[in-house]
């Protein structure tokens, strides 16, 4: 027989599903391979279709997983798959279908899981699976479901109503990454023996609606994620949840973004150990009442309302966490909260306060006087971007082990005073950002600083446009890898302390450039631009203070009667050194006044002539004049 196409037939070649349907309808699918599982014979063909029959016609076993032998390889070309007669599960039914990433149907008429105890990994990683028909699995025996249609992707719909789960042990993974589906009824479980739920519903996107009220979770000892990066979801019901046994709550509502509400009252806290992201990413809830939470056995509290944006308050005034080693990230970018009551507080036993209270931007106080920090290792941004914040008490802190402060209250706006004079840096590394964008600071007391160990000091001090002086002068620059702009916009500084063992690593960015020169307190000359006094600086030889010249101007008038009738020559004086002649002045012929322009901050003491016969002779009139900076 000759086939005739026409050209516009042709073009639909172009179309894959096209010539799916068109190749199944005029060609006939051709045998790929074949082989046996257990007393079972499989099939595929040329379409994709993987077909499972009885070796004997009538009833057959599936061998396991592990007894596929080559058959796996063959994996990524099966599309479908079906069963003729009655083809009995085996009982390990872990991994047998797994991984099957281009499985597009599954239909499970003729297939029997009556004898199945585990059921583990079954259909995991099957991402193209579009639709599957298990209505009618029997899974009495069943005890472990763990990860049985994890990341079934596109799947939109599964039927497990008639699940009987009442041997079931492991839940954990069960639907996770199961992003296309819009709902699970699961009312019908019966958890009575689950041990393990650990996200069960983990990354279910576009799951609406879940109900769980009917859940029975007394023996359950794992919670970690069960509904994490369930987005969709606004409401869950776990108010009949029994949690006495359970241990790990971590992630338990993680990016749980829709939830505007969740009722914990009936939390039995007592045993859980790790709380770490348990509400975190929760963006819409406004409340979250934890006061009934017991938290004397729990050692991780890392990240636990970290990114809750709507959260105006939070009570945590109860909590126990005399165990608690990590809290970084606690309260991180709660943007709403505007006070956290944390004076029962016990840290004596934390290590990590990294990013702590970062971006909690409408934070205006907060009361660390418990605080005990002498275990603590990690600071890095711990009040980062705590924009209302106008002033942080942490003369408690004992800083002795910390090895990290970078950014540790960079972005903090609004404080206009903060005292580190007791802090112990001798173990830090990192001090990059440490203050940078701290725009209404005028001080800092770094006098008790060492930096013998510090690597990073990259924008330290950037952006702090009200600060007028810096003393670094106990800085020790010896590790230093990173300095670029220290001090860069620090548009106010007039007055730098530098010490003999610092020194400009980069020679270029660390400072700002200034329209007026630099000139070491004291002296007139030689005066330096940024750029020059970066590249001149040798700590050995140079150490000292160094003030900007802000193009100061004074005028004193020499015919001044009460200092000297007969005065026609004026300078100025320093620790009885000249310092600004006469001649450096520029003399007004209308009212006689000398004006000096560039002149550095300081006390002056002005001495003129004794009389006109005697111009080189000056003497101290006992009067002076004070230039600020």
């Known amino acids: 027989m000759i086939l005739i196409f026409s050209a516009s037939f042709l073009l639909l070649f172009k179309n894959e599903s096209v010539l799916t349907s068109i190749r199944k309808n005029f060609f006939k699918a051709t045998t790929v391979a074949t082989g046996t599982t257990g007393t079972c014979n499989w099939t595929l063909d040329s379409d994709g279709l993987l077909l499972i029959e009885p070796t004997n016609g009538v009833s057959g076993t599936m061998g396991t997983y592990s007894s596929w ?17 009655t083809v009995y599960a085996p009982v390990n039914s872990e991994k047998l279908f797994d991984d099957f990433r281009y499985l597009m149907s599954f239909d499970g008429n003729n297939f029997n899981t009556q004898n199945v105890t585990n059921m583990s990994y079954m259909f995991n990683g099957c991402k193209a699976l579009v639709e599957m028909d298990v209505s009618n699995f029997n899974t009495q025996g069943v005890t472990n479901m763990y990860r049985l249609f994890t990341s079934c992707s596109v799947l939109t719909e599964l039927d497990v109503s008639s699940f009987n789960t009442s041997n079931v042990i492991n839940m954990s993974t069960m639907f996770s990454g199961c992003q296309a589906l819009t709902e699970i009824d699961v009312s019908g479980f019966n958890t009575s023996n689950v041990i393990d739920m650990s996200h069960m519903f983990a990354n279910c996107q576009a799951l609406t609606e879940i109900d769980v009220s009917n859940f029975n979770t007394q023996n359950v000892t794992d919670m970690e994620g069960v509904f994490n990066g369930c987005q969709a979801l606004t409401e869950i019901d776990v108010s009949n949840f029994s949690t006495q046994n359970v241990t790990n709550m971590r992630w338990m509502f993680h990016s749980c973004k829709a939830l505007t509400e969740i009722d914990l009252s009936s939390f039995n806290t007592s045993n859980v150990i790790d709380m770490s992201n348990m509400f975190s990413f929760c963006q819409a809830l406004t409340e979250i009442d934890v006061s009934n939470f017991n938290t004397q056995n729990v050692i991780y509290m890392n990240s636990m309302f970290s990114s809750c944006q709507a959260l105006t308050e939070i009570d945590v005034s109860n909590f126990n966490t005399q165990n608690v080693i990590v809290m970084n990230a606690m309260f991180s970018s709660c943007k709403a909260l505007t006070e956290i009551d944390l004076s029962n507080f016990n840290t004596q036993n934390v290590t990590n306060m990294s990013f702590m209270f970062s971006s909690c931007e409408a934070v205006r106080e907060i009361d660390l006087s418990s605080f005990n920090t002498q275990n603590v290792t990690n600071m890095d941004h711990m009040f980062y971007a705590c924009y209302a914040l106008s002033e942080i008490d942490i003369n408690n802190f004992n800083t002795q082990n910390v090895t990290n402060m970078s950014s540790m209250f960079g972005n903090c706006i609004a404080l206009t005073e903060l005292d580190i004079s007791n802090f112990n840096t001798q173990n830090v590394t990192k001090m990059d950002w440490m203050f940078d964008n701290c725009s209404r600071l005028t001080e800092l007391d770094l006098s008790n600083f060492n930096t013998q160990n510090v690597t990073s000091m990259a924008r330290m001090f950037s952006d702090c446009r009200a600060l007028t002086k810096l003393d670094i002068s106990s800085f020790n620059t010896q590790n ?20 003999p063992d610092f020194s400009f690593i980069h020679k270029t960015y660390e400072l700002s450039t200034y329209s007026n020169p630099w000139v070491k307190q004291g002296t007139t000359a030689p005066t330096y631009t940024s750029s020059e006094l970066m590249n001149a600086y040798n700590g050995s030889t140079m150490a000292g203070t160094y003030v900007r010249i802000n193009n100061i101007r004074i005028s004193i008038n020499k015919n001044d009667e009460s200092w000297n009738t007969n005065n026609i020559k004026v300078a100025l004086y320093q620790n009885g050194t000249e310092v600004y002649s006469y001649n450096q002045g520029e003399i007004s012929q209308v009212d006689g006044t000398i004006t000096w ?4 901050p300081g006390t002056y003491d002005i001495y003129s002539s004794k009389n006109s016969n005697d111009l080189s002779t000056l003497v101290d009139t006992g009067k002076d004049i004070v230039v600020s900076e």
């Open 480 to 499: 230093v890898t990173s300095m670029v702009y220290i001090m860069n916009n620090c548009t106010k500084l007039k007055s730098l302390t530098l010490g």
């Open 597 to 600: 322009y560039d002149v550095a």
């Open 69 to 85: 032998g080559t058959f796996y390889k063959y994996n990524t070309q099966i599309t479908s798959i079906k069963f003729n007669a």
